[in-house]
């Protein structure tokens, strides 16, 4: 049987021993799947995505990505096997649409810092996967929010990793804009066997969006499911409102 694409075994993170967010996770994610990471502020979402990333040690436990365990390996040996997309927006608005995703293949250049022909092969494949061939010239300030979200996406899918981590991506996309991300990612999961793990605010996308949803809280992290009968109650604990104020789902 083939590895997880991510496999998270008793961790705790946080920025010091006594700063402790979450403690003795455990997660699987398979080859295709979506999770949604969400709950109230503070409560540790960006915190354990930087640790999935490999970006923050953790304070104990592993994660391994393919069977490997990220904290062994070099920076650019883990942007081998993890994308990121933050909340900042990167790149210089000057920059076109297709310099912004070569950026995606910085992990694999030679010495000289020069995109090889594999290279631009896989610049290609990300632009059309995202839809991008007739903007890739345009530069980043000359297109919508919702296109440079996606040109950020097409930046990841060209690192040509197996995980994607996305910190908020759609809190400043319009409706329309996310219904298109959405879709988007659901394409890459589906023809890429990317596995996702996106931090969500709002609770309904998130169990209508993604597979799995993890709740964090006071408790720590937990998967709560769609079909658990006790989902409300949890989900307002975890929360800390009424059981009145979650949405229906």
């Not at 920025?15 to 999770?35: M, V």
């Not at 393919?66 to 040996?77: A, I, N, V």
């Not at 997309?85 to 920059?95: A, K």
């Not at 991300?181 to 890459?188: D, I, P, Q, S, V």
Request: aromatic share 4%; net charge negative; with cysteine.
């Amino acid at each position: 049987m083939s590895a997880p694409t991510l496999e998270v075994r008793g961790l705790s993170c946080g920025y010091a021993p006594g700063e402790r967010l979450l403690s003795d996770l455990e997660l699987r994610l398979g080859a295709g799947e979506a999770l949604a990471v969400v709950g109230p502020n503070g409560a540790g979402k960006t915190t354990l995505l930087r640790t999935l990333a490999g970006l923050l040690a953790p304070l104990s436990g592993t994660v391994r990505v393919e069977g490997t365990e990220l904290s062994r390996l070099r920076h650019h040996e883990r942007a081998r096997l993890v994308g990121v997309l933050s909340q900042e927006d990167l790149g210089d608005g000057t920059l076109t649409v297709r310099e912004l995703v070569e950026l995606g293949r910085t992990p694999y250049l030679g010495l000289w810092g020069r995109l090889a022909a594999d290279d631009h092969a896989a610049v290609d494949r990300a632009l059309s996967s995202c839809h991008l061939e007739e903007l890739s010239r345009r530069r980043l300030d000359r297109i919508s929010g919702g296109e440079r979200q996606r040109a950020r996406i097409a930046m990841t899918v060209a690192q040509e990793t197996s995980l994607v981590l996305l910190d908020e991506p759609v809190n400043h996309l319009d409706l329309r804009r996310r219904f298109e991300f959405y879709e988007l990612l659901t394409e890459l999961r589906r023809e890429r066997g990317l596995a996702t793990v996106v931090v969500l605010h709002d609770l309904i996308e998130a169990y209508r969006e993604t597979d799995r949803v993890l709740v964090l809280g006071d408790n720590g992290g937990h998967e709560i499911g769609l079909d658990d009968p006790e989902r409300t109650q949890k989900l307002a604990r975890a929360f800390g409102v009424p059981a009145d104020r979650v949405p229906p789902l």
